[in-house]
């Protein structure tokens, strides 16, 4: 069965210091997803990402799926405490199913 | 604009006690999820539905069962609650097959406690 192994699992960054996380699949990837979860919360789309090679940015936020298609890279730059929370890459298990990776807890020093 | 409304934050319930998680969502999506998160073991599916009155086994329904007799509405019944259901409940919808490419949208969670 298809897996989603994210790294690292926290991350503790100074406030405008750039991260990266990184998910990787077992399988190849027909549609990466990334959200982001305050906290205690739901979590909240962010991008989609479905071309291998393809580059989305949102805000300080950029995600990029690699050519092979399985693995994604989520890069923050300049990073402030409301880019704290807890981070997810989601991808399709087959027709209905949804896989998530294990996620990685940001916090960002002020 | 909340588009998935799931009835409580936060539910302080006993043990054998019969428990409702309600769940709404308002954007027209045949898809609806149930998932329990923990902390180290992520998101787990419990069931999923892709139908009015259809529904799913996920990767952990043991314990529960769910009910979708309208299209916007999904509920999550713990028959007899036990502490080890003591998690957060997150809510998801979808359309079918990822279409628009807009992923899950999610609840705001419910955290329960089972004493």
């Known amino acids: 069965s298809q897996e989603l192994e994210q790294s690292p699992q926290s991350l503790i960054v100074q406030e405008g210091k750039n991260l990266t996380i990184n998910c990787t699949s077992s399988?190849?990837?027909?549609?990466l997803y990334w959200y982001k979860q305050k906290y205690g919360e739901g979590l909240i789309f962010l991008m989609m990402?479905?071309?291998?090679?393809e580059e989305k940015s949102h805000e300080k936020i950029t995600a990029k799926l690699d050519e092979k298609k399985q693995q994604s890279s989520l890069h923050i730059t300049a990073s402030q405490p409301s880019h704290a929370g807890i981070y997810l890459c989601?991808?399709?298990?087959?027709?209905?199913?949804?896989?998530f990776g294990t996620g990685t807890r940001l916090k960002v020093l002020a | 604009d909340v588009k998935v409304t799931q009835s409580s934050r936060y539910l302080v319930k006993r043990t054998g006690e019969k428990v409702f998680l309600e769940c709404v969502q308002d954007?027209?999506?045949?898809?609806m999820f149930w998932y329990r998160q923990d902390p180290g073991l992520g998101l787990r599916l419990i069931y999923f539905?892709?139908?009015?009155?259809?529904?799913e086994k996920g990767d952990i329904p043991e314990g529960y069962s769910v009910s979708r007799e309208k299209k916007e509405r999904f509920s999550l019944i713990l028959e007899s609650a036990s502490t080890n259901q003591t998690s957060m409940y997150l809510c998801?919808?979808?359309?079918?097959?990822?279409?628009?490419?807009?992923?899950?949208?999610f609840g705001s969670g419910t955290r329960l406690t089972v004493v």
């Open positions: 954007m027209d999506h045949e898809n």
């Open positions: 989601g991808a399709h298990s087959g027709t209905y199913k949804y896989i």
């Open positions: 990402l479905q071309k291998g090679g």
């Open positions: 399988k190849t990837l027909y549609g």
């Open positions: 998801a919808s979808s359309f079918m097959g990822g279409r628009k490419g807009i992923g899950y949208t």
């Open positions: 539905s892709y139908d009015v009155k259809m529904k």
